[in-house]
C-alpha cells in the first residue's frame, strides 16, 4: 500500500470537528477482502469511485487488483483520468448533448479503453456521431433494467434490438450488457434470456456487468456475469451494515463531531448536521451510528446541527466531549466535504482533497 | 440593484446540465418583498446566509434595508467578512473549542460587531475566556428553545440564570434573546415570561431576535420581536409554497437538467439526482416540483439519475429535452454546487461562485 505518511500530521485529537476521518487499516483491509471475493468468483473487479472520489484511492484498488474502474459523470472520469489512475474506464451514465459526447471524445482519446452505457436510440446516435466525428470506435454496454427501476431498456430483446442499431451504426460496438443492481429481481431471468437471444443472433456478449456492495455475498448466484462493480464497500455504512455485508468493525468513515449543547438530559446536539450526514435514509431509521454511545439515536439533522435522542444510553456525553457518527450513507457524505483525513494508530497519517467532489456534468 | 450585467456571457439555453440558475428578477423581488415585510412589522432585518452563501446576494439585502447578516458556522461569517459585506454579524451557532474562539475573536476584531449565540454555561465560560485573552467584550445572545426541539435553554429562568452568569463573566455582555423559528410552539408565552423576568431583574433585553422564512406571515403575532432572520425567502422552494409564504413564480432557483432517458413511458430520468437536488424532504412529498410539467412527479432520486413518474401528466418529455426543478429545500441545493447561473431575458447575465460552500467548520 503506497499511502503516504508524514509524520508531521496532526495527532487524530487535534482535528477541528465536524469532519470526515477514513480509518486507514479499515480502508485496507475492504479493499484487500473484496477484490478476493470478487476474483474468488471469477470476475473482473471494476470498483464504482463515487464512494471516495479520491485519485488515490482508485490507485489502491488498481493496486490490489482491479482491471478499471467505474464512474458516474464525466467530470469524475476527467478527474481520474488526469490523475492517471486507470486506462480502462467505463462511465456508467447516458451521455447526451454535444459538450459532453465531445468531452466524452477527448477523454476516450487518452485512454486504453473508455466505455460507456446506453439505454435508447437517442443516445446511441449521439455516441455514434462523435466517436464517427473523431473516427473513433467507442465500446458501448446497453444498460438493462432489471427491476431496480431506473435506467434500462425493460427487455432483453430491446437489448438485442439496440445491440443491432450499433452495429448499423458507425463509431460504436456494443461489448455487453450492464445492470444494476446486480441482485435486482429479474436479472437471472432478463440476463439467461438476453444471453440465449443474443447467442442465437450470432452476437457476442463479452462483458455482462453488475454492480452494487450488498450483491457482493450473492455474486455465485449469477453466474452469467463477467465483472462486478462495488463503490460503497471501500467505506461501507448504516446500509451496509443493516444489509449484512458489513460490520460496524468494517465501517471506515466516520464524522468527527463536537457536542455543543446538552439542552436536556436525554438530547445532545452535536455540530455535524446535514450539511456533512446528509438527510439520507433509504431503508434505515435515524442519521447515523454513534460509535461512542450505540444506544443513542440520531434522531433529526437541521443543516449544521445533529439532534441526538440520549434516552436509551446509560451513559450520556458532555458539552465539548466529541463523539464520531458513521453516517446512513458514505458515498452522499464525501460529496459534502473538501477533504477527508486519512487515520492510523491516532495519527492523521494523510489529508486527501476530495478531488472530484461536487462534479455533477 | 448592482448585479454586474456582462454581455457576452451565453444565452440560458447554452448552459449544460445538470446545474443552478437564479431567476434574477424573482430574486430582487423577494429581497425587496420581505425586506418591506419586515420593516412593516417594525423589526430590524438581519438574513441568513444559508441559502444563498453568495456575498453578492448579501449586498443585495443589506442594500435594501438589512441591518446585518446572519451565518451559521465561523467559515461562512470569514467568507462573508472577507468580502466586505458587513460589519455587523451574527453567529447563531455553539462555539467551541479554542480553535475556534480563536477564530471567532480573529473575527470580532474585523467588524463593528459580531455577536454570537450561547445556551449553556460551558459555551459561555470558553466564549468569555477567548474575549478576555483579547482584552475584548463580545456581545452574546441567549438561545432559547420554544418548541423547536433542538438547541436552546428550556425555561425562561434558565435563560436569566444564563444572562446572570454572562454578567459576572469578563468579556461577554448579555444583549438578549433568540429563538428559532419565531413561530415555535412556546414562543409567545416564553418570550411573554422572559421579558418579565428580565424586567423584574432589572436585566435589560435590547435584542429579541426570531426567525424563519414561514413565520414571515406571522410577525405581528410575536410584538416583542425587535429583530428577524430569515433565510430561505430569498429564493424559495417547494416546502416555502407548501407553507403558503410564496408561489410556484415566487420560487427564483430552478434546477436545469437533462431527460436522459425514457426507459417506459411513465417513467424519466433526469441528469439531476440528489448530488444536487439532495433526499432532502421533511413535510412535502416527492423530491421536486417539474416546473413544465407540473403533473409529473419526481419520485425519487439516486445520486445521480433524477427518476419522473410522468402518470398523471399528459405531455411527456423526450430524451434530451430540458426541465427544470424548483427543489424541495434551496439552501441545502445551493451547498452542492460550486457556482449557480444569474438568469434574466433568456441570459446568463452573472455566474456566481457560492464562496460560503462547504464551510462545515
Not at 95 to 102: F, L, N, S
Not at 180 to 195: G, S
Not at 257 to 280: C, Q
Amino acid at each position: 500500500m503506497d499511502i503516504r505518511h508524514d509524520p508531521m500530521l496532526a495527532a487524530a485529537g487535534d482535528l477541528d470537528t465536524p469532519c470526515v476521518t477514513i480509518l486507514l487499516d479499515r480502508l485496507e483491509d475492504n479493499i484487500a477482502r473484496v477484490q478476493h471475493m470478487i476474483a474468488a468468483a471469477g470476475r473482473a473487479n471494476r470498483p464504482h469511485i463515487k464512494t471516495h472520489k479520491i485519485p488515490a484511492i482508485g490507485a489502491l484498488q488498481i493496486a490490489a487488483g482491479a482491471i478499471g474502474l467505474t464512474c458516474q459523470k464525466l467530470g469524475e472520469a476527467e478527474t481520474f483520468i488526469d490523475a492517471g489512475v486507470t486506462d480502462d474506464m467505463l462511465i456508467t451514465f447516458n451521455i447526451v448533448g454535444d459538450a459532453k459526447t465531445g468531452r466524452l471524445m477527448d477523454l476516450a482519446e487518452r485512454v486504453k479503453r473508455l466505455a460507456v452505457v446506453a439505454d435508447n436510440d437517442i443516445v446511441l446516435r449521439g455516441l455514434s456521431d462523435a466517436a464517427r466525428r473523431r473516427g473513433r470506435s467507442l465500446p458501448i454496454l446497453i444498460e438493462c433494467d432489471a427491476g431496480f427501476g431506473r435506467n434500462g431498456v425493460q427487455w432483453p430483446s430491446t437489448a438485442l434490438d439496440l445491440a443491432r442499431l450499433a452495429d448499423r451504426l458507425p463509431g460504436v460496438v456494443c461489448e455487453g450488457l450492464l445492470v444494476f443492481p446486480n441482485n435486482a429481481p429479474r436479472t437471472l431471468e432478463f440476463f439467461a434470456e438476453a444471453v440465449s437471444l443474443f447467442r442465437a443472433a450470432g452476437m457476442p456478449l463479452p462483458v455482462l456487468s453488475g454492480g452494487g456492495t450488498p450483491s457482493l455475498n450473492s455474486l455465485a448466484d449469477y453466474p452469467m456475469m463477467t465483472e462486478h462493480r462495488a463503490g460503497t464497500y471501500v467505506y461501507n455504512d448504516v446500509m451496509m451494515v443493516h444489509s449484512g455485508i458489513a460490520t460496524w468493525e468494517n465501517c471506515a468513515m466516520h464524522v468527527r463531531t463536537t457536542v455543543v449543547s446538552r439542552p436536556t438530559e436525554d438530547r445532545a446536539i452535536v455540530d455535524a448536521g446535514s450539511k456533512v450526514l446528509t438527510r439520507e435514509q433509504y431503508y434505515v431509521q435515524n442519521f447515523g451510528h454513534v460509535v461512542e454511545y450505540p444506544e443513542a439515536a440520531v434522531i433529526n439533522l437541521s443543516e449544521e446541527h445533529g439532534i441526538i435522542d440520549l434516552s436509551a444510553s446509560a451513559e450520556k456525553p458532555r458539552v465539548g466531549e466529541i463523539v464520531n457518527i458513521i453516517p446512513n450513507h458514505c458515498c452522499v457524505v464525501s460529496n459534502m466535504v473538501d477533504e477527508v483525513y486519512g487515520l492510523r494508530d491516532g495519527r492523521v497519517e494523510i489529508v486527501w482533497p476530495v478531488a472530484a467532489r461536487g462534479k455533477v456534468r
